[in-house]
């Protein structure tokens, strides 16, 4: 049975700092690509960063370039997210996902396997 596990959610002040974190368990997970997405209360889910099977390329939404870092460990079979300098427009529940193709990574539609999400609350 595979699992994405999100963990590292919660409150935060504007300017802050918050790293997420995304155990994965039922998969080789060095053989995917990772993505994370967010979804904010009435909007659609939207693509935040993503990173290829060993790390070699990375991609990020122009929203959060430069103030949020992907990253992951193959060993440890965990992707993370850290994100500082946060905004009140970052709140919103938090996935990762796992994709076994690993192209078009922007897109939920090239994800096989998603999380349940964890809440990141940033308040002003």
């Known amino acids: 049975q595979v699992q994405l596990d999100e963990s590292g959610g919660g409150s935060v002040q504007a300017g802050g700092s918050r790293r997420l974190s995304c155990a994965a368990s039922?998969?080789?997970?060095?053989?995917?690509?990772m993505g994370w997405f967010r979804q904010a209360p009435g909007e659609e889910r939207e693509f935040v960063a993503a990173?290829?099977?060993?790390?070699?390329?990375?991609d990020y939404a122009d929203s959060v370039k430069g103030r949020f870092s992907i990253s992951r460990d193959n060993a440890k079979n965990t992707l993370y997210l850290q994100m500082n300098s946060l905004k009140p427009e970052d709140t919103a529940v938090y996935y990762c996902?796992?994709?076994?193709?690993?192209?078009?990574?922007?897109?939920?539609?090239?994800?096989?396997?998603w999380g349940q999400g964890t809440q990141v609350t940033v308040s002003s």
């Open positions: 996902a796992a994709s076994l193709a690993g192209y078009y990574l922007s897109s939920w539609s090239a994800y096989d396997y």
């Open positions: 039922g998969i080789t997970f060095g053989t995917y690509s």
């Open positions: 990173i290829s099977k060993i790390g070699g390329s990375i």
